[in-house]
């Protein structure tokens, strides 16, 4: 049974840090496509940042390149934080090969965590 469990979640001023963490169990995060997703009250979720063993380098997406950092093990370092990344995070895992798919969108994913509240204000 996979389990994902996010944490690190907190509130900030904004251009502050958080690091989130996902812990995993049923799943090995090294063999697995995993990303990091968010969503704000009212939006649709959006893919953060991802990792695919054997593709290279972590996909980010355009809003928060450059200052999201997503390391091997799945912490996302979030730098520069500004009030619009304001979200539930949500931590995703696939169940089979990447194949040719993106990523960084939700219906590329079979499991989820519950979340992590990250509020930044002005």
């Known amino acids: 049974q996979v389990q994902l469990v996010e944490s690190g979640g907190g509130s900030v001023q904004a251009g502050g840090s958080l690091r989130l963490a996902c812990a995993a169990s049923?799943?090995?995060?090294?063999?697995?496509?995993m990303g990091w997703f968010r969503q704000a009250p009212g939006k649709e979720r959006e893919g953060v940042a991802a990792?695919?063993?054997g593709r290279g380098s972590p996909y980010y997406d355009h809003s928060v390149k450059g200052r999201f950092t997503l390391s091997q093990d799945m912490a996302l370092q979030m730098d520069s934080l500004k009030p619009e990344d304001t979200a539930m995070y949500y931590c995703a895992a696939r169940r089979g090969p990447a194949g040719d798919g993106n990523p960084l969108v939700h219906w590329f994913y079979n499991y989820w965590g519950q979340g992590t509240q990250v509020t930044v204000s002005s």
């Open positions: 049923g799943v090995t995060s090294s063999r697995r496509c």
């Open positions: 990792i695919c063993p």
